[in-house]
């Protein structure tokens, strides 16, 4: 840690995803002789590589717009690159190696044989219209075709990119490549190439893998008040399915503020999140206004303010604070699962742990979307489409093989479950292993 924050000082995100990994594996680490003889540690911070590019696109306006481009190709050693594309106004090299780092161990946690990669751009699709953004992608794809492909590095969506964007990229790879393969990208149409329940899918998954961590404790979901953060895909498919298992969601945000939802979520409001989504706003008073006799809309708060038992952070790195915790547990919460990737500050994980608070990470709470990619990129391969209850099967499958890999490596001495610490083991383990059979390369 001291050699990587000489050398990269500024990369914040970057440095708290490897010391919260490197925290957790050292005991099993020097454990293993061979992984410090193959500098397995050293090898694996650094990505195989990163390509930076510019991207120059026309605006409504016919004015000419220039944003930075980026594919961080982070690990391979257990399969082709697979991770998301992020179009964000924050997006930094340091976000996202921080993202295909812990992506590189999601992956591992999956069952499936997929290494750890992310892209995206500083693009901000905010206040964007529909032919800005179809621009802007196919200037993006441009840039990034010649470096991805279904067995090398398979992109997907992620903040800012839905169906919408993975449509336009998809469009404009086919034509640059000439030729149709669907496996190249994930989170497609469903009339071309994309799975049945891919959209929800790392909502759902958190869900089931929130469920499992409950039953291991004895608890319930049903009944019980969730709050979330966001209104984008993920949120959505977190909401849809904590609904359909009996949880009441009383809260979303967005960068706005809070909607605070006393009687629960409703099927209507969760279809809403969609329109939201798609408006490119990114406001969440939005819903609110739909819905005045439901939702009440308080600027500048965080769902965190809301009285919940379930907090689920769905947005964004780094999204709830030591504070933040604190005002939760004040408040009667009893249980964080991160379904954001790195939702949760060091500060705020260690205020939970150290409360007793129930508390899972986003490299195992939201592996179901890059699952479900994953059987994506199977039914690609094959030429086929499986059934909605194949998917569900499968994904229900890999969400509990990761809940039993964290069990597994992080039971402590005195029976007590980290959550943390077993999803980094078994991550590593994995990759570490791999890696240390396939020689110095």
């Known amino acids: 840690m001291a050699k990587l924050q000489a050398k990269y000082g500024q990369e914040k995100e970057y440095l708290q995803a490897v010391q919260e990994v490197l925290e957790s594996i050292e005991d099993v680490y020097n454990q293993h002789p061979e992984f410090e003889k193959a500098k397995i540690v050293e090898r694996l911070v650094e990505p195989d590589r990163i390509f930076t590019f510019r991207v120059t696109w026309i605006d409504d306006k016919g004015e000419v717009q220039t944003n930075l481009g980026y594919r961080v190709q982070f690990n391979s050693a257990i399969g082709p690159y697979k ?36 892209g995206g751009s500083d693009f901000d699709p905010v206040g964007k219209s529909d032919a800005e953004i179809m621009r802007f992608c196919q200037a993006f794809m441009l840039e990034l075709w010649k470096c991805i492909g279904p067995d090398q590095d398979i992109p997907a969506g992620d903040v800012g990119v839905g169906g919408r964007e993975i449509g336009f990229l998809y469009g404009m790879y086919k034509k640059l490549a000439r030729e149709y393969n669907t496996g190249v990208l994930t989170g497609k149409g469903a009339t071309w190439g994309g799975s049945i329940l891919r959209p929800e899918a790392t909502g759902f998954g958190a869900l089931y893998f929130t469920q499992h961590l409950l039953h291991k404790a004895g608890k319930n979901i049903e009944g019980k ?21 009996g949880a009441k969601v009383i809260a979303i945000s967005g960068p706005d503020g809070v909607c605070e939802i006393p009687d629960g979520i409703t099927d209507e409001m969760i279809d809403y999140m969609l329109v939201m989504r798609a408006s490119n706003r990114n406001k969440v008073e939005d819903m609110a206004v739909k819905f005045p006799a439901l939702a009440k809309f308080t600027p500048g708060k965080k769902s965190w303010s809301v009285k919940c038992d379930i907090a689920l952070p769905c947005a964004f790195q780094n999204e709830l604070n030591g504070d933040d915790a604190k005002e939760l547990i004040a408040n009667g919460t009893w249980c964080c699962c991160e379904v954001s990737n790195m939702g949760c500050t060091p500060e705020a994980i260690h205020t939970f742990q150290s409360n007793g608070i129930l508390f899972a990470p986003g490299k195992a709470v939201n592996a179901g979307g890059v699952a479900t990619s994953g059987l994506e990129m199977t039914q690609n391969a094959s030429h086929i489409s499986w059934s909605a209850q194949e998917v569900d099967d499968k994904l229900h499958f890999i969400m509990q093989s990761i809940h039993e890999a964290c069990v597994k490596y992080g039971t402590q001495p005195d029976g007590h479950i980290d959550y943390v610490k077993g999803a980094n083991i078994a991550g590593f383990m994995k990759v570490a292993t791999a890696m240390l059979e396939q020689g110095i390369i």
């Open 83 to 118: 991770g998301g594309l992020r179009f964000h106004k924050a997006v930094t090299p340091s976000m996202l190696k921080f993202l295909g780092f812990e992506q590189t161990f999601k992956n591992a946690l999956t069952t499936l044989p997929m290494g750890g990669a992310k």
């Open 225 to 245: 008040r969730v709050a979330l953060s966001g209104f984008g895909n993920v949120a959505w498919g977190a909401a849809t399915k904590a609904k359909q298992l």
